[in-house]
């Protein structure tokens, strides 16, 4: 049961390790939009040209939408989630054999 369990925590984080190099983490673009601000707030020359980017960030389609969302999450869950996975079949196996 035990070797099953590292042997499956192992394949676990090999998948992570794998999955991210064709799916690099989706960090979306947050809307950095002064709509709504007031004018009294500006500290910069109104001649100067804008800096700030309006697009609105793209939502996750196709292939991100799938399998790659839960390649985003962060690298301080990889080891939690490896030993979780470890203990669950390391235990299951040992339980059924």
Same mark, same amino acid.
């Given at each position: ?7 499956? !925590? ?7 390790? $794998?999955?991210?190099? /064709?799916? #690099? #983490?989706?960090? #979306? ?6 709509? !709504?601000? +007031?004018?009294? @707030? $500006?500290? *910069? @020359? ?5 800096? $700030? ?13 799938? /399998?790659?969302?839960?390649? @985003? ?7 939690? +989630?490896?030993?979780?996975? *470890?203990? $669950? ?9």
């Amino acid at each position: 049961g035990a070797i099953t369990g590292v042997l499956a !925590g192992f394949t676990i984080a090999l998948l992570i390790i $794998i999955g991210t190099m /064709f799916y #690099p #983490p989706y960090w #979306p673009q947050l809307p950095v939009s002064t709509e !709504g601000c +007031l004018a009294g @707030n $500006i500290t *910069t @020359n109104s001649t100067e040209p804008s800096m $700030i980017s309006t697009t609105a960030a793209s939502s996750l389609t196709g292939a991100e939408a799938g /399998f790659a969302w839960f390649l @985003n999450m962060s690298y301080q869950w990889y080891s939690p +989630l490896e030993l979780t996975v *470890t203990l $669950i079949v390391g235990v299951a196996v040992s339980f059924f054999t």
